[in-house]
């Protein structure tokens, strides 16, 4: 089965600077990608999914995350980071029967 | 407009009471899933049915059973085996198409063993 790794559970950045969440996948095969964000005490939304139509794939509230093959990567990235940012991150891939696996998650911390 | 609702939102069980979480889904999707979720340890897998009448169990099933009587409908039960059901419990669903990958979530249910 493919796996996707968060390397940083925590990541903390000052307001306005980049945001650079990490991902790396296991698939041998092309995979479909995807983020999800977490807000306390709530349930995951979709920020974005990567299904071979395009490396780049944008989403919402300013994200965006780059399919990089020679890497097996997948970071999430947003140039300059808002206190609503604050908030935990998951990435994970598709697996058989069409089941995400996710990866462990990555706390955002977001500093004024 | 089409969603997941899970309710209640918060809930408190005695010790050796069986509880049980509600899950409903608008979307007409086939899968449903079940979760779990601590503090630092991401999403755990507790069961998954990907039609009706028909349930798999993931990785943390013990202590927990489920039914899918209706394509709507997912009910968690945690039962009195599971000894230690504090948690936040996150219901979500996939539409079964491979080529449209991807789940959509509940805002989830917090229980508390008091």
């Known amino acids: 089965a493919q796996s996707v790794t968060q390397l940083g559970s925590h990541v903390s950045v000052s307001e306005g600077a980049l945001v650079l969440l990490r991902c790396n996948y296991s698939s041998s095969v092309p995979p479909y990608l995807f983020w999800y964000v977490q807000y306390p005490n709530q349930g995951l939304q979709l920020l974005l999914k990567?299904?071979?139509?395009?490396?780049l794939v944008k989403g919402i509230n300013g994200f965006e995350a780059e399919f990089k093959k020679s890497e097996t990567s997948f970071h999430l990235t947003k140039p300059s980071a808002h206190m609503s940012d604050a908030a935990e991150y998951f990435c994970a891939v598709k697996n058989a029967g069409n089941m995400l696996t996710f990866g462990g998650g990555t706390r955002l911390m977001v500093k004024p | 407009d089409g969603g997941i609702t899970q309710s209640p939102k918060y809930l408190f069980r005695k010790e050796g009471q069986n509880v049980t979480l509600s899950c409903e889904q608008n979307l007409n999707h086939d899968a449903m899933y079940w979760y779990r979720q601590d503090p630092g340890q991401g999403l755990r897998l507790i069961y998954y049915s990907q039609i009706v009448n028909d349930f798999q169990k993931g990785d943390i099933a013990e202590g927990y059973s489920v039914s899918r009587e209706k394509k709507e409908s997912f009910p968690l039960t945690v039962t009195s085996a599971q000894k230690n059901p504090t948690a936040f419990y996150l219901c979500?669903?996939?539409?079964?198409?491979?080529?449209?990958?991807?789940?959509?979530f509940g805002s989830g249910t917090r229980l508390t063993v008091v």
């Open positions: 990567y299904t071979s139509a395009a490396t």
């Open positions: 979500a669903s996939s539409i079964g198409d491979r080529d449209r990958p991807g789940y959509t």
